[in-house]
C-alpha cells in the first residue's frame, strides 16, 4: 500500500508546478482569488436561471390573463396585463439587461484581474494551489491516486 507523500511546493505535474521563486502566500492568495473566482461563475449561472425563470414567469402570464378575462374576471385580467406582464424587474430593465451588464462590468473585470494576477505572479498557472494539495493528499501508489490522467 502506497503513503501520504507530505513535501511542500510540489505538483502533480509540470503544467501546474510553482514556478521558482514564487512564495507560500502569493500561491495561497492565488488559491483564493480563483476560488473567489469560481463563486462568481456560479453567480454568473444564478443570474441566467433568474432570467430565464422570470421570462418563463412572463409568458405565463399570458394564460393567466386568458384565464381570468374567460372566468369573467375582466378587472384583474387588466391589472395582471398592465401592471404585470411585460414590466421591468429592477429600473428600466428586463432580466437580459441586468445579466448583459453583469457580464461586461464585475463578471469581466474579475475574470481580467484574475488572469492578470496569474499572469504577473504566477507565469500564468493555474490552480497551483490545489496541485500541491492533490500531490500532499493522494496516496502514492494506490488506485484512483494517481497525480495525471
Excluded at 28 to 36: H, Q, V, Y
Excluded at 39 to 61: K, M, N, P
Amino acid at each position: 500500500m502506497g503513503h501520504k507523500h507530505k513535501q511542500d511546493n510540489r505538483s502533480a505535474d509540470q503544467r501546474h508546478a510553482r514556478p521558482a521563486g514564487v512564495d507560500d502566500k502569493t500561491i495561497e492568495a492565488l488559491g483564493e482569488l480563483s476560488k473567489a473566482l469560481e463563486t462568481i461563475h456560479r453567480v454568473r449561472g444564478h443570474l441566467y436561471s433568474a432570467h430565464q425563470l422570470v421570462g418563463g414567469a412572463d409568458l405565463t402570464l399570458d394564460r393567466v390573463v386568458k384565464l381570468l378575462r374567460e372566468a369573467g374576471h375582466d378587472e384583474m385580467a387588466d391589472r395582471v396585463e398592465q401592471e404585470l406582464l411585460g414590466r421591468n424587474v429592477l429600473p428600466g430593465r428586463w432580466t437580459f439587461q441586468i445579466v448583459e451588464e453583469f457580464d461586461d462590468g464585475y463578471y469581466a473585470a474579475f475574470q481580467e484581474i484574475e488572469r492578470d494576477a496569474r499572469e504577473k505572479l504566477a507565469g500564468g498557472r493555474r490552480h497551483i494551489f490545489e496541485a500541491e494539495m492533490k500531490e500532499r493528499r493522494r496516496t502514492h501508489g494506490m488506485p484512483g491516486h494517481e497525480a495525471t490522467p
